[in-house]
């Protein structure tokens, strides 16, 4: 079983729609969850940080990690062209570095 | 806002090459990483460093593989004798401390021929 799943997508939805974005992993130690987005060929941009359990809200990105389940979600609300990129998922054990899933490829048609 | 960046943004080399691939972190951050990323694949990483040593490093950080940071500000990445299957975008990260969020360059996109 990979550490970390993410299901690679691309995923199409029109402008306006709410997404979802999902990734599980395998590491019951994983304590620390990020989504990054990523631009082709650019570097990944830190979007949401949490730690542990529960929701995180930034404007239109709303971040959830369910441990019991080993899962975790990112929502994007009243989606733009402009987030039309590959997001990643990325956790970590305490100080350990991060393992990233495969990213989904998110294409938001105007 | 302060940022990480890598020089240079591209790199083409021949098989046998040494590269050094540069980076300058966040100015007060403290843990400085390298991944790569593989057309296509997942981001890997590759090695951390903190306190002018080597904290971890995965299995792809062989011998062919060495990091340094010669002065307060760049942190550099050398691949002695490269090989067809370095060609990835290296990215370097660094946090404020290590548990906290990691902060990515933009990458230097490797070609090797």
């Known amino acids: 079983q990979k550490e970390v799943e993410q299901d690679p997508g691309p995923l199409s939805v029109p402008e306006g729609a709410i997404v979802s974005l999902n990734c599980t992993y395998s590491n019951s130690a994983f304590q620390y969850f990020m989504w990054y987005r990523q631009y082709s060929r650019k570097g990944p941009e830190l979007l949401m940080y949490?730690?542990?359990?529960g929701n995180k809200e930034d404007g239109r990105f709303t971040a959830q990690v369910d441990k019991s389940s080993k899962y975790i979600s990112l929502f994007i609300r009243d989606s733009q062209p402009s987030d039309s990129a590959t997001y990643l998922c990325a956790m970590r054990a305490g100080n350990t570095p991060l393992v990233f899933g495969k990213g989904t490829r998110l294409s938001v048609i105007a | 806002e302060p940022e990480v960046t890598q020089t240079p943004s591209h790199q083409v080399t021949q098989m046998g090459q040494e590269v050094i691939l540069r980076c300058v972190p966040i100015s007060n951050h403290l843990y400085f990483y390298w991944y790569r990323q593989i057309l296509g694949q997942k981001v890997e990483f590759l090695v951390s460093f903190y306190n002018n040593e080597i904290s971890e490093k995965s299995e792809i950080f062989d011998d062919q593989f060495s990091v340094e940071r010669p002065d307060g500000s760049n942190f550099t990445l050398k691949i002695r004798s490269t090989k067809l299957e370095d060609s990835a975008m290296y990215f370097c990260?660094?946090?404020?401390?290590?548990?906290?969020?990691?902060?990515f360059g933009p990458g230097t996109r490797l070609l090797v021929l």
């Open positions: 949490t730690y542990s359990s």
């Open positions: 990260a660094s946090s404020a401390q290590g548990k906290e969020t990691q902060y």
